[in-house]
């Protein structure tokens, strides 16, 4: 881009070279050939001007004939019905233009220079020189599009900076003094602002700074006054919690709180059941109480709680009216607490009873109530128990009890069983626990003493085997030795060895071996040895006999 506009600047440059310098360029189609030229005029004067001041443009050319006179002009690009100015030189001076400066002179101007009394030669026209007009900004003021200026969140806001003069102006918008925040959800173009869902953290005082420039160092700015703009708060869905009191002529009645945790006041509140609507109330705050009556124990229905300050209604769950009196047993039981030595430091008492719903839960200490928070305890109450959290040490040795009744009648009154609470007590260890610890301690070493000496028993009686079965090896190697003649060959040939009748036999009596002690394997082995031997001998016999024969 910046390569395309040098080329054309030095396109220019040349044509304007050549339309001074050579005869007849800048007269195209001119009947008088040879004829003298006016050079193209040259043009000055600010490229930026403030709106009702004077500033003065020059015009002048450097190449024209002598002894004319030079008319200047000074006219709106396109527009050549109005002359802006007027100049006549007769020796070649520069032609000026005082101009007194309004908004309609903003755009491009060009200088035409002709030759007076003299047609021959035609008029040459500048280069166009641009102008910006600026009119100081002034009277900048918000305004709201979109309507109101209170209204509930999700609802769109469009606001407009206007300023009652100027122009070439930029805008910036704040809020509460700071500069607008960017997010997806505001769109800022120019003079307007959009905001698609307003939200309560939009709430603020929007203003609106309009500013334009002459230069650099001069600057025109206009600063709105603010607008206050209040995103309400869409009530939540209300919760229904109610608290059940005595008259004091015996009946009860019950006070029902609907009560929202966010919404902008006033709200509506209704209470209703599923056959009737029962009362409505508008507050300026985010919670409303109603009294009905109730009987105990019975089933009253089911209660609703409904919200509203906008343009919807918002409804809370279905709540059961059903008051039930305390009954039933009383349970206590208690965790603990260890310390680095394995003591017990700390308990843990929990307090619950059967039915009720509003039960009221009170811990005694040998007889004393124990409330809120004392040296070594702390009482904590939740809707279903009552926990009492105990140091363990001297001042918390005692009997405890806790005793509960309704939160609204304190006739009933029921007490669980009292445990007796002491450091050494809790520390020291019952003999039932002693006597099987040491039990199973002493089962242990038993089993295994057994165990080690079965163990022994058995690698004895397997080494007693494989001795035995290895001296019947050694016995009948000897054997075989014992059978060869003097020269030391083989009789007939062939080793005096036992068949396989023998072997299956003697097999079998390494077998038995295996089952009886250590005196009867010594004694088969001897046995088996004998009668090989005398097998032996006898197939000698009568491979003698036969070779005799």
């Known amino acids: 881009m910046t390569t395309l506009r040098t080329t054309v600047v030095v396109l220019l440059g040349f044509y304007t070279f050549c339309q001074e310098t050579i005869p007849g360029a800048s007269v195209p189609g001119a009947s008088v050939p040879g004829a003298s030229v006016l050079g193209r005029p040259l043009l000055y004067g600010p490229s930026t001007a403030l709106e009702k001041t004077v500033e003065e443009f020059q015009c002048e050319v450097l190449r024209y004939p002598k002894e004319e006179s030079i008319l200047y002009q000074l006219f709106r690009e396109g527009d050549r019905s109005k002359a802006l100015g007027f100049y006549s ?3 070649g001076e520069m032609a000026n233009f005082p101009l007194f400066i309004t908004a309609s002179y903003e755009g491009y101007m060009v200088c035409v220079a002709s030759v007076q009394n003299n047609t021959v030669i035609q008029p040459t026209v500048s280069q166009r020189h641009h102008l910006r007009v600026v009119d100081p900004v002034n009277g900048a003021e918000v305004v709201v599009q979109s309507g109101s200026v209170e209204f509930y969140e999700g609802k769109p806001l469009s606001l407009r900076c206007n300023i009652a003069k100027g122009n070439h102006v930029s805008y910036q918008w704040l809020v509460d003094g700071k500069p607008l925040p960017l997010s997806p959800l505001h769109n800022q173009t120019q003079e307007q602002l959009f905001i698609y869902r307003m939200v309560p953290q939009d709430s603020g005082e929007y203003t609106c700074v309009a500013t334009n420039q002459l230069n650099i160092t001069k600057v025109y700015s206009s600063r709105s006054t603010a607008k206050v703009i209040k995103v309400k708060e869409l009530v939540s869905e209300p919760d229904l919690l109610f608290l059940v009191l005595k008259e004091r002529d015996g009946t009860y009645f019950a006070l029902v709180t609907c009560q929202s945790l966010k919404g902008t006041p006033p709200i509506t509140f209704s ?30 229905g089911f209660l609703q709680c409904q919200a509203q300050n906008g343009d919807g209604v918002v409804y809370g769950q279905w709540m059961a009216m059903h008051v039930v009196p305390v009954g039933g047993a009383v349970t206590m039981h ?48 939740q809707p279903e128990q009552s926990i009492l959290l105990l140091s363990v040490g001297r001042s918390s040795a005692g009997t405890y009890h806790c005793e509960v009744s309704d939160s609204f009648d304190g006739t009933t009154v029921i007490s669980s069983e009292a445990r007796y609470i002491d450091k050494e007590v809790l520390n020291h260890l019952p003999t039932t626990v002693v006597a099987v610890v040491f039990g199973c ?9 057994t165990c080690c000496f079965i163990g022994l028993l058995y ?21 075989n030795i014992m059978v060869f003649d003097d020269d030391d060959e083989e009789f007939l040939g062939r080793k005096c060895i036992m068949d396989e009748e023998d072997y299956m036999e003697d097999d079998g009596v390494v077998r038995a071996a295996r089952i009886v002690d250590s005196d009867q394997v010594k004694y088969q082995c001897v046995i088996t040895a004998a009668r090989c031997v005398a097998r032996c001998h006898e197939k000698r016999a009568a491979s003698e006999a036969q070779t005799t024969l």
């Open 334 to 381: 208690y965790d603990t607490d260890v310390g680095e030595n394995f003591s017990i430091v700390g308990l843990r008492f929990y307090c619950s009873v059967e039915r009720g719903t509003f039960p009221q839960y009170r811990w005694f200490l040998n007889g004393t109530v124990l409330e809120g928070r004392g040296d070594f305890y702390w009482v904590e109450n």
């Open 459 to 479: 690698q004895k009686r397997q080494y007693l085997v494989e001795k035995s079965t290895l001296d019947l090896k050694l016995g009948l190697e000897m054997h």
């Open 441 to 449: 301690f002493l089962f242990l070493v038993t089993l295994v003493t």
């Open 271 to 300: 209470l209703n059941s599923r056959s009737e609507f029962i009362s409505t109330e508008t507050v300026d705050e985010r919670f409303a109480t109603f009294s009905i009556p109730v009987v105990l124990d019975l089933h009253m």
């Open 89 to 91: 030189a007769l020796s």
